[in-house]
């Protein structure tokens, strides 16, 4: 860890790099979450109507449970497990491949703090450029929801609209941000450790790309419950 | 010059190397061989330090590498360069990449110097119109010639090689071998070779260092090793039926 947020060699060549993180892990994810924030915004939509057919439900019902759905949990735990197949097994990976292939080792030989060139502008860059998957998601999914009320006739336009405003919590947006911020690390360090600490060869590089997801996944589990604890109440 | 002194290294109860002393000298191609298995990797690992010996001294001009701090192993990493087996490109990077990687860690040229004294690494290997290529979209032997033109790029002291024939076909294996010999002869280099490609021992050998079980049994240079009488030296040099022939030739060529 000391070593991963110690100072790196040259700053210039670690912000290159953190763009560049930014780009491979932040910026190509995008129209994965945008096309699993479209698909499941709406699919939530279409759910919440079913359960909420009640003379005793208001109209808007849909509209307002999909948006604190979407902001409460879809925006940020559920996709920080979808990030952490995706990106957590593409570090894991990266890093293993280049362990085993001796081309960290060529790193530390030149004199590089290894681990701080190559884990501090992933870690840097993904919570970065987490908050804008974040607000991509969240607009998506709402889309989601939206076009369902365009294209059937479930529910109308106008009341799915007055309802994805009505009651609006300001603070639940900003959880959903905050959350995603610890996601980002957990997924980012996580994966990073998998990947760098990999012994052998191919057949354990994979099998550290898995052990990234799943540790990765489990963990960002339990931090839900403790943020939500901590932040909601 | 590096010296090695009473080196030692165990590995879960278990002695790799028991009180190994070799010098390797500078401007000559030192080779380390011995059988798989018998420490020589184990070694250079101690002697560029991916691995921290249990006693002994590694002195690099008289400055031992197992004294210095943080700092100094740092300096001191920046004035050796290294070759491995599998070349250790970096993936993401082009040829030219590579080569420019360790002068923009830690020279303080501009970056038209980075990249003539890069091009200059390039011609030195014979790699020219390559630059932009990627090291999966070259050969190995081509992959070495990269990886020995970054190792040069700094100008190192010291070069290390572990196994820099391995996988490649005999004439590139030749080829890798020559340019090694002259880089080392041209700059004045403490280069040091694991190996156990015979025709590496008997063509650039000038100062052959045998480790055998973890004890370095026998030291000398490629001539000299057509007549040693150590007999686990020439059970592995002369393993097959061609260096046999090899060494009953030379031996019949130098009674007459």
């Not at chain 2, 943080?70 to 360069?81: T, V």
């Not at chain 2, 030219?96 to 980075?114: C, H, I, R, Y």
Request: proline letters at 2%; charged letters at 15%.
């Amino acid at each position: 860890m000391r070593s991963v947020f110690g100072r790196p060699n040259r700053w210039k060549v670690t912000m290159q790099r953190t763009l560049f993180e930014i780009n491979k892990l932040g910026v190509d994810s995008i129209p994965l979450v945008i096309i699993i924030s479209l698909f499941i915004g709406a699919v939530i939509a279409i759910q919440m109507q079913l359960n909420t057919e009640s003379p005793l439900m208001p109209a808007y019902a849909v509209g307002l449970a999909t948006r604190d759905i979407v902001l409460l949990e879809f925006s940020n735990s559920i996709l920080c497990l979808i990030l952490a197949g995706k990106v957590g097994s593409n570090i894991a990976s990266e890093i293993g491949t280049m362990r085993v292939t001796e081309q960290i080792d060529a790193l530390e030989i030149m004199g590089v703090n290894s681990a701080n060139f190559l884990v501090l502008p992933k870690v840097v860059g993904f919570i970065f450029f987490m908050p804008v998957l974040v607000a991509f998601c969240i607009a998506t999914s709402l889309l989601g929801g939206y076009l369902v009320a365009v294209f059937t006739d479930i529910i109308t336009v106008s009341r799915y609209v007055y309802g994805i405003q009505a009651m609006f919590i300001e603070w639940y947006v900003w959880y959903g941000f905050i959350k995603s911020l610890f996601f980002a690390f957990i997924i980012s360090t996580v994966s990073s450790f998998c990947g760098y600490y990999v012994k052998g060869g191919a057949l354990e590089v994979g099998k550290a790309s898995t052990d990234a997801v799943v540790s990765s996944s489990i963990l960002i589990l339990l931090l839900d419950v403790i943020l939500t604890k901590l932040l909601l109440q | 010059m590096i010296e090695v002194k009473n080196l030692t290294k165990s590995f879960d109860g278990k002695t790799i190397l028991h009180g190994v002393d070799a010098t390797f000298y500078t401007g000559k191609t030192n080779l380390i061989i011995g059988q798989s298995g018998s420490g020589k990797t184990v070694l250079v690992k101690s002697l560029v330090g991916l691995l921290t010996p249990d006693s002994g001294e590694i002195l690099y001009d008289g400055r031992d590498l197992l004294t210095m701090d943080s700092d100094q192993i740092k300096q001191l990493r920046q004035e050796i360069g290294m070759l491995f087996q599998g070349s250790a490109l970096f993936d993401s990077e082009t040829v030219l990449g590579n080569v420019m990687f360790p002068l923009v860690m830690f020279s303080d040229m501009t970056k038209a110097e980075m990249l003539d004294r890069a091009h200059f690494c390039l011609e030195r290997v014979n790699l020219k119109g390559a630059d932009n290529k990627y090291p999966s979209e070259i050969s190995g032997g081509m992959q070495k010639r990269v990886a020995i033109a970054r190792a040069i790029a700094l100008n190192p002291k010291y070069l290390f090689c572990d196994e820099p024939n391995s996988g490649l076909d005999p004439k590139t294996s030749i080829l890798i071998d020559e340019l090694l010999s002259d880089i080392t002869h041209e700059y004045g280099i403490t280069t040091i070779i694991n190996t156990h490609d015979m025709n590496s021992v008997l063509g650039i050998g000038e100062n052959i260092i045998f480790i055998n079980k973890g004890y370095r049994e026998w030291t000398g240079n490629n001539e000299a090793i057509f007549h040693s009488a150590n007999e686990a030296l020439n059970q592995f040099v002369f393993a097959t039926e061609l260096f046999q022939r090899v060494k009953e030739y030379i031996m019949n060529t130098a009674h007459k």
